[in-house]
């Protein structure tokens, strides 16, 4: 594996007329010379609130998601033809008031490998003459065949009170992510900042202010449904984002701050900031909105799960972890849990079948750092939750599982960390690489202490550094993506860790 560590008309006021223009998303473009009437009409229209998302794609489909402003069904057309020529598949999916009329479905019967075409509109219940405003969307599906792969990942958005300053161009890494042209996007976690309201002004450290948009579902911690809700469409606002999810599939997962800081079920929520003292309550709050604004594909078939595996050609299975909703309280005893015991039979049963040149890890937190909340527990033999890290890295190298690579975000900062069994307590595994990006939007911290249980080494990190403080403002370029590339013929892996200036 190979990385890269550098860093520099008018309508006729007819009924099929109307239908054609609702159809097409037209609006009239004589809006004076037009009766109030059919003002009112076109007003009435089903409106697309939030943008376009894709997700979870495979080899002939993916799923597709938006969000209206009414009871209404969401239909969904797809075309290997920019201009839609020839449509290949249609679905359809209907949106309540119980999704926050949110919908989404998987389109499906599409040809692998191949730039595929979408668009979305919405058709009033009450009235299903009426047809809302139309929205075009892209995504690629999986290959078949071998073929080159680009993807992008990062995770931590709108955190430590960082939401959209319009004035700093918004949530800028989103357009910088775009410009790769990506097959997909890994969201490593922390997509909303749910324990983070956020406030109209941040004063920043060289005495400048950063200026939010603020919203009334934002200005607090959530701990209702439609306070979490409101996080989602919170970033959503972000014309960035939108035009990102217009274009890119996400691969979602989560961590702790789509619920609240540092979680663990079952326990008790003892922070002064909330009414709600249930963590049970707010992680269903919290899944059921974070399902209901990501288009993740396995929730459709068993609900509330996030782990999954994503087969994405001969070259690439992605394996999509959950190191938050199966955990038990870090004792630091033989008996805590990261995984939990299904989802680590799951992995290793799907890594011992995977035939794909490179296996991709997607975790939402990494290995060897030292974090309270995370997995590393400080020098030594494992224990703890290491004890599941040890158990599995085991079991690949004995089953002979190679071209392993874990990604991750969490840290606010990004590194490229080499575990070598030479160097680490704990030595029956194989060498691997963990890379960690991020933060998307959100405050960047200083690099983190590494322990010696696996061995890892900090080949690369950067972030805030001297006399930077943490959590420092987006608008000062510690802002991070990584980027992957893998080569159809030499099947060679690229890594490179990128600002959102796009410097390596």
Same mark, same amino acid.
Request: one cysteine or more.
């Given at each position: 594996?190979?990385?890269?560590?550098?860093?520099?008309?008018?309508?006729?006021?007819?009924?099929?007329?109307?239908?054609?223009?609702?159809?097409?998303?037209?609006?009239?473009?004589?809006?004076?010379?037009?009766?109030?009437?059919?003002?009112?009409?076109?007003?009435?229209?089903?409106?697309?609130?939030?943008?376009?998302?894709?997700?979870?794609?495979?080899?002939?489909?993916?799923?597709?998601?938006?969000?209206?402003?009414?009871?209404?069904?969401?239909?969904?057309?797809?075309?290997?033809?920019?201009?839609?020529?020839?449509?290949?598949?249609?679905?359809?999916?209907?949106?309540? /008031?119980?999704?926050?009329?949110?919908?989404?479905?998987?389109?499906?019967?599409?040809?692998? /490998?191949?730039?595929?075409?979408?668009?979305?509109?919405?058709?009033?219940?009450?009235?299903?003459?009426?047809?809302?405003?139309?929205?075009?969307?892209?995504?690629?599906?999986?290959?078949?065949?071998?073929?080159?792969?680009?993807?992008?990942?990062?995770?931590?958005?709108?955190?430590?009170?960082?939401?959209?300053?319009?004035?700093?161009?918004?949530?800028?890494?989103?357009?910088?992510?775009?410009?790769?042209?990506?097959?997909?996007?890994?969201?490593?976690?922390?997509?909303?900042?749910?324990?983070?309201?956020?406030?109209?002004?941040?004063?920043?450290?060289?005495?400048?202010?950063?200026?939010?948009?603020?919203?009334?579902?934002?200005?607090?911690?959530?701990?209702?449904? /439609?306070?979490?809700?409101?996080?989602?469409?919170? =970033?959503?606002?972000?014309?960035?984002?939108?035009?990102?999810?217009?274009?890119?599939?996400?691969?979602?997962?989560?961590?702790?701050?789509?619920?609240?800081?540092?979680?663990?079920?079952?326990?008790?929520?003892?922070?002064?900031?909330?009414?709600?003292?249930?963590?049970?309550?707010?992680?269903?709050?919290?899944?059921?909105?974070?399902?209901?604004?990501?288009?993740?594909?396995?929730?459709?078939?068993?609900?509330?799960?996030?782990?999954?595996?994503?087969?994405?050609?001969?070259?690439?299975?992605?394996?999509?972890?959950?190191?938050?909703?199966?955990?038990?309280?870090?004792?630091?005893?033989?008996?805590?849990?990261?995984?939990?015991?299904?989802?680590?039979?799951?992995?290793?049963?799907?890594?011992?079948?995977?035939?794909?040149?490179?296996?991709?890890?997607?975790?939402?937190?990494?290995?060897?750092?030292?974090?309270?909340?995370?997995?590393?527990?400080?020098?030594?033999?494992?224990?703890?939750?290491?004890?599941?890290?040890?158990?599995?890295?085991?079991?690949?190298?004995?089953?002979?599982?190679? =071209?392993?690579?874990?990604?991750?975000?969490?840290?606010?900062?990004?590194?490229?960390?080499?575990?070598?069994?030479?160097?680490?307590?704990?030595?029956?595994?194989?060498?691997?690489?963990?890379?960690?990006?991020?933060?998307?939007?959100?405050?960047?911290?200083?690099?983190?202490?590494?322990? =010696?249980?696996?061995?890892?080494?900090?080949?690369?990190?950067?972030?805030?550094?001297?006399?930077?403080?943490?959590?420092?403002?987006?608008?000062?370029?510690?802002?991070?993506? /990584?980027?992957?590339?893998?080569?159809?013929?030499?099947?060679?892996?690229?890594?490179?860790?990128?600002?959102?200036?796009?410097?390596?």
């Amino acid at each position: 594996m190979r990385r890269t560590d550098r860093f520099p008309g008018r309508p006729l006021l007819t009924r099929r007329s109307l239908l054609r223009s609702a159809s097409a998303g037209i609006v009239g473009t004589a809006a004076s010379s037009l009766t109030a009437p059919y003002l009112s009409f076109a007003a009435s229209r089903p409106a697309i609130t939030h943008g376009l998302q894709s997700g979870d794609v495979t080899s002939d489909g993916a799923v597709i998601w938006a969000r209206t402003d009414r009871p209404a069904r969401m239909i969904v057309e797809a075309s290997t033809s920019e201009k839609f020529h020839t449509v290949r598949a249609t679905a359809v999916a209907d949106a309540f /008031g119980e999704s926050d009329f949110t919908a989404k479905l998987a389109l499906e019967g599409l040809p692998a /490998g191949r730039d595929i075409f979408y668009r979305v509109r919405f058709q009033d219940h009450s009235s299903p003459t009426i047809l809302g405003e139309t929205l075009t969307g892209r995504f690629r599906t999986a290959p078949l065949e071998q073929r080159s792969i680009s993807f992008v990942w990062s995770g931590d958005t709108a955190g430590q009170g960082f939401g959209i300053d319009e004035s700093r161009g918004g949530m800028r890494t989103f357009a910088t992510m775009l410009n790769h042209r990506p097959d997909f996007f890994i969201h490593s976690g922390d997509s909303i900042y749910a324990d983070c309201a956020i406030s109209a002004e941040m004063p920043l450290p060289n005495g400048e202010v950063w200026k939010n948009i603020v919203t009334e579902e934002k200005s607090k911690v959530a701990e209702t449904l /439609g306070e979490f809700r409101g996080n989602y469409k919170y =970033n959503l606002l972000d014309h960035n984002l939108r035009g990102f999810n217009a274009q890119v599939p996400v691969f979602a997962q989560w961590d702790d701050h789509e619920v609240t800081n540092d979680w663990v079920p079952g326990e008790s929520v003892t922070w002064h900031r909330y009414t709600e003292k249930s963590i049970l309550a707010l992680a269903a709050r919290g899944g059921r909105a974070f399902h209901e604004f990501m288009p993740t594909r396995q929730a459709l078939a068993e609900s509330g799960r996030v782990y999954r595996k994503i087969p994405y050609g001969p070259l690439l299975d992605i394996f999509m972890i959950d190191m938050r909703s199966y955990r038990t309280p870090n004792a630091r005893g033989d008996s805590s849990e990261i995984f939990g015991a299904t989802q680590l039979a799951w992995l290793k049963r799907e890594l011992m079948n995977s035939r794909a040149t490179w296996k991709v890890i997607a975790a939402d937190l990494p290995i060897g750092v030292l974090s309270e909340d995370a997995i590393a527990n400080g020098d030594g033999p494992p224990h703890g939750r290491e004890n599941e890290i040890a158990d599995l890295l085991a079991f690949m190298k004995h089953a002979g599982i190679t =071209n392993v690579v874990w990604l991750t975000a969490d840290m606010h900062y990004t590194a490229a960390n080499y575990y070598d069994p030479n160097r680490a307590v704990f030595q029956d595994f194989e060498p691997f690489w963990e890379f960690i990006s991020g933060p998307l939007h959100a405050g960047t911290w200083s690099p983190t202490p590494l322990d =010696n249980t696996f061995g890892p080494r900090a080949v690369y990190q950067k972030g805030c550094f001297g006399d930077q403080p943490d959590s420092l403002a987006p608008c000062f370029g510690l802002q991070f993506f /990584g980027h992957v590339t893998i080569d159809a013929e030499n099947e060679a892996m690229t890594v490179s860790l990128r600002d959102v200036g796009d410097n390596i």
